[in-house]
């Protein structure tokens, strides 16, 4: 446990040289000043009371030690408010409104030059190490950072294991003391484990036990040329410390000066709702760097996808022969298995069902050779992004989706052979252009290759990073899966749409999501940009798929609905299947008619794991859409409707859990009605357990 005397004796040891800056409204001060070894040290305020208390600040590199022995030769501070547009998202414009503080320090013997950027939001912090070419050695083997993040108590957080290759796992939520037991559940597989069994990921959100809460997300922004950061616990001090992702040598990062980090960052408030309105993140990161965007649409999208996760029989590969006879080659002189669902009609299929619905595109999972070698992917492991399956007719498929206004999405399954993804990237992205596609969803499930690599390692940063920037060079759109996790560089790269990056629907047909999951994504894994949950589930119990499968997700149907607002992305899916929606037309017309794009957003009540409520505005039309969600408890939702044009009507029409509704027990329960309201109105919801609402507010034209 943190006594009282160690911080005393850490404050004592800090000098009068120490800079203080306050966010534009004051909320935030920030303190930074170096201890008597010369370690450069920051504290945090919040209304007046500590909440990050004196916490070092440094990197250490093989050649040399940037964490002790300077001194501050010189300080810049600047106030900079300013707005920009993106591309696409919650809100058609954002401030960037920040005070910032440039620490510069000088070290002798041996010499070095460091400075540390902090910029003060009123709604949280970033900072970064800049690291100018020193006078020697411009190469630097890092292996750590001294980063810290120290609280003064025992605080609640919501957590999953630091693991260098998934960040596919349940959120619990548990307190710096129960830590070690909690990531015990996890068992073996979690990098926790091997690591000493207390260590998380970022995004995560701490609560703090005081009488007024404080929340706080520590994760990152501008992840470039360096791994991610996990974080090491301290159980008993109350404090994390930056663990950068190594490769298999133990190296964090080969960074050649001058190099600036990503910024650390930590999103502040006394109101849970701030924490999922906050933009900081998006604002440390560089403009767009793509000068003409008109060619970046959002969209809504169904495909050859479910059926694979929850049919007896359905399979991605085209024929199990290879299997059995290795050395066949030749997938034209294979006949197909009978159960590959991305063939030429299923594919028409989903084409007409989009276009009938209005959906703009179709992804076609399976439908490129190699499935059969990742089956055997020790001997192999190669997928061939030019080379489709001989029932899987590329050309005729281009013609008919074209012909009814729908766009294919290709799918680019890598088996995490990464490096053979980026050998063959241009001519798989030429295909593509050639083919009418322009958008692709990549795939890294696996071991990473080369072998030294981890999901997390600055090795596949780099690669991840590349593959967005490349796919721009082509005007293709980009939803990554089993990618490290976003940092915001959606808004340099706004091509990159969307990431999985976290525990998506589809575990929910391998043991089923707790209702609690999407209520907790948007406060942790969606501050680094949109994910690909790939919400829209009607058909919940698993056993309607497969007879043996006895999964339940763990969402009513009309919770489905209002994922679309809770969870935003400009790349939604329709997930289940066509036939599912023909059993549910009334609901469905609330999927066929949700934007994806916003012009504002309004957090109206919300608190982690528990319950979120937010409206949004349609960014082509006058149109407001609410969403409304519940943990494992059911709840009644009062919504006033004051963000509504004063003096217009509207009309309202609400998609809510039925009287009876539960998600487990009876999930496909649900009502709809119409209601006229105005901007003095409120909405009374009805909330099952793990259910949700959903609402379309149009005016009423005269």
């Given at each position: 446990m943190k006594t009282t005397a160690t911080i005393m004796m850490l404050a004592a040891a800090l000098g009068a040289s120490a800079a203080s800056i306050t966010s534009p409204s004051g909320k935030l001060q920030l303190t930074v000043d170096v201890d008597a070894v010369g370690t450069p040290v920051y504290s945090l305020d919040f209304n007046g009371k500590p909440l990050v208390?004196?916490?070092?600040?440094?990197?250490?590199?093989?050649?040399?030690?940037?964490?002790?022995?300077?001194?501050?030769?010189?300080?810049?501070?600047?106030?900079?408010?300013?707005?920009?547009?993106p591309v696409w998202g919650e809100y058609s414009t954002i401030r960037d409104y920040f005070r910032e503080l440039a620490v510069h320090l000088k070290a002798d013997k041996p010499e070095r030059e460091m400075t540390i950027r902090f910029r003060v939001f009123d709604d949280g912090l970033g900072f970064r190490y800049e690291l100018p070419a020193q006078n020697g050695s411009n190469y630097l083997t890092l292996r750590d950072e001294v980063t810290k993040f120290d609280f003064a108590g025992n605080h609640k957080m919501w957590?999953?294991?630091?693991?260098?290759?998934?960040?596919?796992?349940?959120?619990?939520?548990?307190?710096?003391?129960?830590?070690?037991?909690?990531?015990?559940?996890?068992?073996?597989?979690?990098?926790?484990?091997?690591?000493?069994?207390?260590?998380?990921?970022?995004?995560?959100?701490?609560?703090?036990?005081?009488?007024?809460?404080?929340?706080?997300?520590?994760?990152?922004?501008?992840?470039?040329?360096?791994?991610?950061?996990?974080?090491?616990?301290?159980?008993?001090?109350?404090?994390?410390k930056a663990h950068p992702v190594p490769d298999r040598l133990g190296v964090a990062a080969y960074l050649h000066l001058p190099f600036d980090t990503p910024w650390r960052t930590l999103i502040v408030s006394d109101d849970a709702r701030d924490i999922l309105s906050s933009q900081l993140i998006l604002n440390l990161n560089e403009p767009t760097k793509i000068e003409d965007t008109s060619w970046i649409k959002p969209m809504k999208f169904a495909g050859v996808w479910w059926e694979m996760f929850t049919g007896k029989i359905k399979t991605w590969a085209y024929s199990d022969d290879v299997l059995a006879k290795p050395g066949i080659t030749d997938y034209s002189k294979l006949e197909s298995n009978g159960h590959h669902p991305a063939n030429t009609a299923n594919v028409m299929r989903y084409i007409d069902f989009a276009a009938d619905n209005g959906i703009d595109g179709v992804l076609v999972e399976g439908w490129n050779e190699g499935w059969e070698d990742w089956a055997s992917y020790r001997k192999n492991r190669q997928f061939l992004f030019d080379k489709a399956y001989p029932d899987f007719d590329v050309d005729s498929l281009h013609r008919y989706a074209e012909s009814r206004g729908v766009k294919l999405?290709?799918?680019?399954?890598?088996?995490?052979?990464?490096?053979?993804?980026?050998?063959?990237?241009?001519?798989?992205?030429?295909?593509?252009?050639?083919?009418?596609?322009?958008?692709?969803?990549?795939?890294?499930?696996?071991?990473?290759?080369?072998?030294?690599?981890?999901?997390?390692?600055?090795?596949?940063?780099?690669?991840?990073?590349?593959?967005?920037?490349?796919?721009?060079?082509?005007?293709?759109?980009?939803?990554?899966?089993?990618?490290p996790r976003p940092t915001g560089l959606i808004r340099t790269y706004p091509n990159w749409l969307a990431q999985e990056s976290a525990r998506g629907g589809e575990f929910e047909s391998f043991?089923?999501?707790?209702?609690?999951?999407?209520?907790?994504?948007?406060?942790?894994?969606?501050?680094?940009?949109?994910?690909?949950?790939?919400?829209?589930?009607?058909?919940?119990?698993?056993?309607?798929?497969?007879?043996?499968?006895?999964?339940?997700?763990?969402?009513?149907?009309?919770?489905?609905?209002?994922?679309?607002?809770?969870?935003?992305?400009?790349?939604?899916?329709?997930?289940?299947?066509?036939?599912?929606?023909?059993?549910?037309?009334?609901?469905?017309?609330?999927?066929?008619?949700?934007?994806?794009?916003?012009?504002?957003?309004?957090?109206?009540?919300?608190?982690?794991?528990?319950?979120?409520?937010?409206?949004?505005?349609?960014?082509?039309?006058?149109?407001?859409?609410?969403?409304?969600?519940?943990?494992?408890?059911?709840?009644?939702?009062?919504?006033?409707?004051?963000?509504?044009?004063?003096?217009?009507?509207?009309?309202?029409?609400?998609?809510?859990?039925?009287?009876?509704?539960?998600?487990?027990?009876?999930?496909?329960?649900?009502?709809?009605?119409?209601?006229?309201?105005?901007?003095?109105?409120?909405?009374k919801l009805n909330l099952a357990a793990g259910g949700g609402a959903a609402v379309r507010i149009a005016p009423v034209v005269k």
């Open positions: 208390e004196p916490s070092t600040l440094g990197l250490v590199a093989e050649e040399t030690d940037f964490s002790r022995g300077f001194s501050i030769v010189g300080v810049d501070t600047v106030t900079v408010d300013r707005s920009w547009e957590v999953i294991p630091g693991d260098y290759d998934t960040d596919e796992y349940v959120w619990s939520e548990t307190t710096f003391t129960e830590l070690p037991a909690a990531l015990e559940n996890y068992g073996r597989h979690s990098e926790a484990q091997r690591t000493g069994g207390t260590t998380v990921q970022t995004p995560m959100l701490l609560k703090t036990d005081d009488t007024t809460p404080v929340y706080v997300n520590i994760h990152e922004a501008a992840l470039v040329g360096y791994p991610v950061m996990l974080l090491d616990t301290d159980t008993a001090d109350y404090s994390f999405i290709m799918h680019h399954e890598t088996s995490a052979n990464a490096a053979d993804y980026a050998l063959q990237l241009d001519r798989a992205f030429r295909f593509m252009k050639d083919n009418g596609y322009d958008a692709v969803k990549t795939g890294y499930v696996g071991a990473i290759i080369p072998r030294s690599e981890h999901h997390g390692s600055q090795w596949m940063v780099d690669h991840v990073n590349s593959v967005a920037e490349r796919a721009a060079d082509y005007q293709i759109m980009v939803d990554s899966h089993e990618a043991g089923g999501n707790p209702p609690s999951h999407t209520a907790i994504l948007p406060f942790t894994r969606l501050k680094g940009g949109p994910m690909d949950y790939t919400p829209g589930l009607f058909e919940t119990r698993m056993s309607y798929y497969n007879e043996g499968n006895d999964s339940q997700a763990g969402t009513t149907l009309a919770r489905q609905l209002a994922l679309y607002l809770t969870m935003p992305s400009p790349m939604q899916m329709v997930c289940d299947l066509p036939e599912n929606y023909a059993r549910f037309p009334d609901a469905f017309e609330f999927i066929k008619v949700v934007p994806v794009e916003w012009s504002d957003s309004r957090y109206i009540e919300a608190e982690p794991a528990r319950y979120i409520t937010v409206a949004r505005k349609d960014k082509n039309s006058d149109d407001w859409y609410l969403g409304a969600i519940t943990g494992e408890e059911p709840r009644k939702a009062e919504v006033k409707l004051d963000f509504l044009t004063p003096g217009q009507k509207y009309e309202a029409t609400v998609y809510e859990d039925a009287p009876d509704a539960h998600w487990k027990t009876n999930p496909q329960a649900y009502k709809i009605y119409s209601v006229p309201v105005t901007s003095k109105s409120k909405l």
